[in-house]
């Protein structure tokens, strides 16, 4: 399994504002990297996280519609990427809608090294906060692309089509209502 990241990929992933991970593409996707903004956002510290797969963020939401999303991406390797919300759970056991987007970053080989995933709570957004989030993911993404490429990784699919900001944060919002109501029954 390579754990070793490139030093100018790790620092430019290490200062985003973004919420970050990078996994592993062998094995179960353990994780090798989150920054600071992955830590605040799920109450985690990188030594609690680091080489487990994401889904222990899942807890028991069932997440069916998510999963299958998320399966047929990880099966579908010229699938560039995948951008879903997910019910996700605080080190607090504090719940909230995570709107997930990952793609693989290639070795200039082909061979996929690692899977990069970026993280946004939208259970309590705005619809404004939701669109500067993907101002801030299109940004880091634009950014990320050359340092990768100069450390001999592409990044695979880029953010061209943005979801319908008040679309997604209804369904987030559906989404813990409907989690908050099930631990209420």
Do not use: W
Request: charged share 25%; net charge negative; with cysteine.
């Amino acid at each position: 399994m390579e754990t070793h990241l490139p030093e100018a990929l790790s620092a430019y992933l290490r200062d985003s504002r973004v919420a970050l991970a990078i996994a592993s593409a062998e094995d179960d996707n353990p994780l090798l990297f989150v920054n600071q903004a992955f830590c605040t956002l799920t109450g985690y510290d990188a030594d609690d996280v680091l080489g487990r797969n994401c889904r222990m963020l899942q807890r028991q939401a069932t997440n069916e519609e998510a999963r299958a999303r998320l399966r047929e991406f990880l099966a579908q390797p010229r699938q560039a990427n995948v951008r879903t919300p997910i019910v996700n759970f605080r080190k607090d056991g504090t719940p909230f809608v995570n709107l997930l987007y990952m793609s693989r970053l290639r070795g200039t080989d082909g061979t996929v090294r690692f899977m990069f995933a970026s993280q946004f709570d939208v259970s309590r957004s705005q619809p404004d906060l939701l669109a500067d989030y993907d101002e801030q993911l299109a940004a880091t993404l634009g950014r990320l692309a050359p340092i990768a490429g100069d450390a001999g990784i592409v990044v695979e699919g880029t953010l061209l089509a943005i979801a319908n900001t008040a679309a997604t944060v209804a369904q987030a919002k559906i989404m813990l209502d409907d989690l908050n109501r099930a631990d209420h029954e």
